[in-house]
């Protein structure tokens, strides 16, 4: 059916919006996968391996903005060696070949080297949007080659990522010419930076609406740095060291109380615990507030200022803040829909915040939709209480810092409880769990978690069971990320072909054999399983006897590109 | 952050109804080579909501006859709800549910399947949800919580859920030809699962008769689930108090050192560990990167103790606490090392081992200590260095 011109097509077609969409406008007919293909700009790509760069190029001719994300979620917590792969190059490179338009990259947990931030800023005239989460590979130089060769840039954004610092130079990179700067988040640099560079670059950068300053900007330059920008949106401070009774101190308060436009504030990596107060005079215009970067304020200091925040939708902190401080937080921020509450002492495991914490929230916040909340002990009636109070829940991750750890007051599994957050919180897309869980609580997730796209699993269940409910049960499962759980081949080769509308499945430590996968990956040609064998943990003879190995870590991902090239050596595709 | 965008999927209604339909389409799109049966027939894609085998048309028809006692409707979810019930047989002593394996259940297998389906918890957390057993309609109160009235009205839907005593009536539930299909688990289920690296003793004594579980003990690879900078950032972000602000726009050699070092890949590089010395109620942090050698971090050790511990002394000896006296009576705590003095140094490595400061280089001992302790020396000869499970497990606690 062609009722309308293709360029009307196009034109409706710019009105959808999201990927999902998108891609369902696509399958309709052949003539509308030819339009919207032409006619997207920006493409999401949730595995790099699942397509070739070359076919991405090739349909969406309009390409404007690619996001691409690597390794495994996993890779965050040390579980995938260096090297697993998720190189950026290949990708700049073939789109520097078809001539892409290209003017913004974001990256999630990829390699990124040297040579390709250098070619991406040589190959793309109108790059404007670098935005690199979680990467590794790149020094200061592919920086210094982004701000020098990118004439066009607007966004600079590096959200903690690792990168070896070689010299503060990188800023001075920065044409005079260049005026066009929005964004600047370099916050993860361990290094010097150049003072007066960044100074002048703010001077020039009229625009400019978010600042994210690494350790290395001390608190004067902060100060006139302020002076220049008030209009800031965005601000993350760096080093908040001094002397409260200095000039210095004074100046800033001064300079702070400019800045009526900050909406978002993080950053304090280093703070001296008191002398806030500073900043009291914007909390009231916050809406997002960071401070997990920072373990040297005091909880009373926190709480002070929160109590400023009474606009506050997002709010990531330290556990330090307490039950109490939380107490606070439900009382003030009515607002709030995001919190993270990470531990600030991980290895010692005494963290400052429990379920009660939770449950205050829960009762103050009513428009809470994503949590991520480390604390050292839950119960199932607090979870049933935060289920209740809170039913709007998208994201919902619990992390108790032991892991096993059941119902702190009753010894229980803490399988109700989650049954009750999957029971009433219908909408909810993401869902971590821990603490003592049983087979039990995977039945409730299989049969409530309807909307559920990404699951955690760490140290639950009983027996394959478990991970067959959720198999069965969760229609809408995208990612699936097991770690030391008694899943085996039984649940793993139970339902094939559900992995080809996932995008992944991670299992470690279980209970899963070499066999298994063997059979998994020659029943299912259109997924890519990988076994990533470190330490040379298992040996591939050959011969019946070692399908029998349990395997330390699979990785599977439906693609289309077929076995990947560069998997290290570690790396078997089965 | 990069979070993913929601994800709304492009059929917007009720997924109750529509999960019949256009799953099955994208089940049939999805698949391709694997021709699973199951998948071609609505009939087949109710069984499948339910948590059904794949295949087993037979199955799902019994199910909804033994629904009927329940009074509710053939719905996916009753039906998943009926499904919970195949759980007669497995003994979990935490599970302390259903006990009771009603006559009406066919012989079926006793599969040790785990207790499953919603079930009374133990008696304080017992409160479960009596809704989606009854109707299309989404429930309007579950959560009863902690009332037992609605349990009374609601006999045939929601009492099995909240008392252990309706556990009977919700058993009828059970539907025992699913007890009989069973996953074909038997074996899988009733084997005891055995991490490689697991202690023999859960944590918990209160599953000491389930399934051998993973439990923790200690530290673990990738435990607690947060990016390595965050590990280091008590760390880096104390050592760096310390400095003026002239040091870190001169940078501090030390910094860098501590944090430009690429991160291994199980980061281990925290710099401050706690220390608490016998007798001393309050503890103390010490930053290693401070220090480059064994004799330093003793005599930063005491200084840190020093005026604490004759603080301590003078406390217990029941005195006024004068400045003057504490400073006359504070005495070096000396021979941290090599067991001559009245204290010793010991370390908690990154397995939980209690281990003797100065035995190995330096820099490996900054590597994997994790905290540090100055105990009396008489103690730590009594003390079995380097330990078994269950020290590992209380030394963590």
């Not at chain 1, 999201?18 to 949730?46: A, M, P």
């Not at chain 1, 390709?116 to 979680?134: D, G, I, W, Y």
């Not at chain 1, 309807?450 to 049960?473: H, P, R, T």
Request: aromatic residues 8%; charged residues 25%; glycine residues 6%.
């Amino acid at each position: 059916m062609n009722y309308f011109p293709d360029e009307v097509l196009e034109h409706i077609f710019d009105f959808v919006g999201s990927h999902k969409d998108r891609n369902s406008v696509s399958q309709v007919c052949k003539l509308w996968y030819r339009i919207e293909s032409y006619s997207r700009q920006t493409v999401f790509v949730g595995n790099c391996y699942a397509i070739g760069p070359e076919r991405v190029a090739e349909r969406f001719s309009g390409l404007k903005s690619i996001t691409l994300k690597g390794k495994p979620h996993f890779a965050d917590f040390n579980l995938v060696p260096p090297d697993w792969g998720g190189f950026v190059y290949p990708w700049i490179e073939a789109f520097a070949r078809s001539r892409v338009g290209l003017e913004e990259l974001r990256l999630k947990r990829m390699v990124v080297s040297d040579e390709s931030l250098e070619l991406l800023s040589r190959s793309f005239p109108n790059f404007k949007s670098l935005v690199l989460v979680s990467c590794e590979g790149f020094t200061t130089d592919g920086l210094a080659a982004v701000a020098a060769y990118c004439r066009q840039l607007k966004e600079l954004d590096l959200q903690e990522n690792d990168v070896e610092d070689h010299r503060g130079h990188w800023l001075s990179c920065f044409p005079e010419s260049s005026t066009s700067l929005v964004s600047l988040n370099f916050a993860c640099l361990k290094g010097d930076i150049n003072l007066p560079a960044l100074e002048r670059l703010v001077a020039r950068s009229p625009n400019l609406k978010s600042l994210r300053l690494s350790r290395a900007v001390p608190l004067d330059v902060l100060q006139r740095i302020l002076i220049r920008a008030p209009q800031l949106l965005d601000l993350g401070v760096g080093s908040y060291l001094h002397d409260p009774d200095s000039e210095n101190y004074n100046k800033l308060v001064t300079a702070i109380q400019k800045c009526k436009s900050v909406r978002s504030l993080s950053g304090f990596l280093d703070v001296a615990p008191h002398c806030l107060s500073a900043f009291h005079v914007i909390c009231p215009n916050l809406t997002s507030l960071n401070l997990s970067y920072a373990p040297g304020i005091y909880d009373n200091e926190l709480i002070k200022l929160i109590r400023h925040c009474h606009k506050l939708q997002r709010l990531w902190i330290l556990d330090c803040i307490g039950d109490k401080g939380l107490e606070v937080v439900a009382s003030t921020c009515k607002d709030l829909e995001e919190l993270r509450v990470f531990p600030s002492d991980p290895y010692v495991g005494q963290a400052a915040v429990t379920e009660e914490g939770l449950v205050a929230i829960s009762r103050g916040c009513q428009k809470l939709n994503s949590i991520l909340y480390f604390c050292q002990q839950m119960t199932n009636a607090a979870l049933i209480t935060v289920a209740k109070n809170c039913p709007n829940f998208v994201r919902f991750r619990l992390c108790i810092l032991d892991p096993t750890k059941p119902d702190a007051v009753t010894q229980q599994p803490l399988d109700e409880g989650f049954g009750a957050i999957v029971q009433a919180c219908k909408g909810l897309k993401r869902l971590s769990l821990s603490g003592l869980l049983t087979d039990q609580v995977f039945l409730y997730i299989g049969m409530y978690a309807e909307q559920l796209e990404m699951l955690s699993i760490a140290f639950a269940g009983d027996s394959d069971k478990g991970m067959q409910y959720v198999l069965k049960g969760c229609k809408k499962l995208r990612k699936l990320e097991i770690r030391d759980s008694p899943f085996g081949n039984a649940a793993l080769l139970m339902d094939v072909a559900k992995y080809e509308t996932m995008r992944s499945l991670w299992m470690s430590s279980c209970e899963v054999t070499l066999g298994g996968c063997k059979a998994l990956a020659k029943r299912m040609p259109g997924l890519n399983v990988e076994i990533i064998n470190e330490n040379d943990q298992m040996e591939f003879v050959g011969g019946c006897d070692d399908d029998r190995q349990k395997v330390e870590k699979m990785y599977l991902y439906r693609t289309l590109a077929g076995q990947r090239r560069d998997a290290p050596e570690f790396v078997w595709t089965l | 952050m990069m979070e993913e965008c929601s994800k709304g999927s492009g059929a917007a209604c009720s997924p109750k109804l529509l999960d019949l339909i256009p799953k099955e389409m994208e089940w049939a799109v999805a698949k391709g080579k694997n021709g699973d049966v199951e998948r071609s027939s609505v009939e087949i894609r109710k069984l499948e909501l339910r948590l059904g085998l794949p295949g087993d048309d037979e199955w799902s028809l019994k199910n909804t006859n033994t629904a009927k006692n329940m009074n509710r409707e053939r719905d996916h979810h009753d039906s998943l709800f009926s499904l919970g019930y195949f759980n007669h047989g497995h003994h979990h002593n935490h599970h302390h549910h259903f006990h009771h394996h009603q006559p009406s259940h066919k012989a079926g297998s006793h599969e040790m399947s785990p207790q499953v389906g919603p079930v009374a918890g133990s008696s304080s957390s017992s409160v479960w949800f009596n809704q989606q057993q009854q109707q299309l309609a989404p429930p309007s109160s579950f959560l009863q919580f902690p009332t037992t009235t609605k349990a009374a009205t609601d006999k045939q839907q929601s009492s099995c859920l909240l008392l252990p005593t309706v556990a009977k009536e919700s058993s009828q539930l059970c539907c025992t030809k699913v007890g009989a299909i069973d996953l074909q688990q038997g074996p899988a289920e009733k084997k005891a699962f055995s991490p490689p690296a697991a202690p023999p003793t859960p944590a918990n004594t209160a599953v000491a008769n389930s399934s051998q579980k993973r439990t923790a003990p200690g530290p673990v690879v990738g435990w607690p689930p947060i990016r390595s900078f965050r590990k280091n950032l008590a760390s880096s972000s104390s050592s760096s108090k310390q400095q003026q602000t002239t040091d870190s726009q001169s940078g501090n050699p030390n910094k860098k050192a501590a944090t430009s070092d690429k991160p291994v890949e199980v980061c281990k590089k925290g710099m401050f560990v706690k220390i608490n010395m016998d007798g001393v109620p309050i503890g103390r942090k010490v930053d290693l990167t401070a220090y480059d050698s064994y004799p330093r971090l003793s005599t930063a050790v005491d200084e840190l103790f020093r005026g604490l511990l004759a603080a301590q002394r003078d406390s217990s000896a029941g005195g006024n606490i004068n400045k003057q006296q504490q400073e006359g009576e504070e005495k070096a705590i000396t021979g941290l090392l090599d067991g001559s003095g009245e204290y010793t140094l010991v370390y908690e490595d990154n397995e939980g081992d209690r281990m003797l400061v100065g035995d190995v280089p330096w820099h490996m001992f900054v590597s994997t200590v994790k905290r540090l302790r100055v105990l009396k020396s008489s103690e730590v000869s009594a003390l079995s260095l380097g330990c078994s499970k269950q020290e590992k497990m209380v030394a963590m606690k």
